[in-house]
């Protein structure tokens, strides 16, 4: 079965330093990851998926697959990017369409 | 603003006794999931429609149901909740595999 893990609970920085949330998969097919945010008092929301290869809110993630990993970086943390993280993996549920598999998720704060 | 809506954002529910939560969507996607999601648990896939057709994950109890009486709307049907199915409860929607998913905000039941 497919597992996402999400190492840190909690991640804590200060405005203007780089960010990094860990995230590290296992599945036995071709693997299509993705990050989820979710902004205090709002839903979860697609932040960017690594098939699309684009810089989102200044996010990117790269997919290793020799290291089974979709880390996500930004080089300048900003206040606004306080929120939970979920790392996901799409997997083939049946009927043609695709569940995901999520990751526990990562709290990031940004200290001013 | 075409969305994804659930009812209602919070549920209280006694030890057994049946409890339905609802979603509605008017994004017109062919697909809807239910998520569970316990305290500090990453969502987990419950089950999905496609169209008419409904796909179960293998581990999901059968104390969890679902109905879809036509493309907007999606009932979770609880035949009898135990304390460890509270949870929150995500529905989201896609066009199908390979497409984002949108996320409503969620209902959080609480059973007494």
């Known amino acids: 079965a497919q597992r996402v893990t999400q190492p840190e609970k909690l991640l804590s920085v200060f405005k203007g330093a780089p960010v990094e949330l860990k995230c590290n998969y296992s599945?036995?097919?071709?693997?299509?990851l993705f990050w989820y945010v979710q902004y205090s008092r709002q839903r979860l929301q697609l932040l960017l998926r690594?098939?699309s290869r684009e810089s989102i809110k200044g996010f990117t993630a790269d997919l290793n697959k020799g290291e089974t990993s979709f880390h996500l970086k930004k080089p300048f943390a900003q206040e606004e990017d306080s929120a939970m993280y979920y790392c996901?993996?799409?997997?083939?549920?049946?009927?043609?369409?695709?569940?995901?598999?999520f990751g526990k998720g990562t709290h990031l704060i940004i200290q001013p | 603003d075409a969305m994804v809506i659930q009812n209602p954002r919070y549920q209280v529910t006694q030890f057994g006794k049946p409890v339905t939560l609802s979603c509605s969507q008017t994004?017109?996607?062919?697909?809807m999931y239910w998520y569970q999601q316990k305290s500090s648990q990453a969502p987990k896939l419950l089950f999905h429609?496609?169209?008419?057709?409904?796909?179960n994950e293998a581990d999901t109890p059968d104390n969890f149901q679902s109905r879809r009486p036509n493309t907007s709307f999606c009932f979770l049907d609880i035949r009898s909740p135990g304390l460890g199915d509270a949870a929150m409860y995500l529905c989201?929607?896609?066009?199908?595999?390979?497409?984002?998913?949108?996320f409503g905000p969620g209902t959080r039941l609480t059973v007494t």
């Open positions: 690594h098939i």
């Open positions: 429609y496609y169209d008419k057709d409904f796909n």
């Open positions: 994004l017109n996607h062919n697909v």
């Open positions: 599945y036995s097919g071709s693997p299509e």
């Open positions: 989201a929607t896609s066009r199908g595999g390979g497409y984002e998913q949108y």
């Open positions: 996901a993996l799409s997997f083939n549920s049946g009927g043609g369409a695709d569940g995901l598999t």
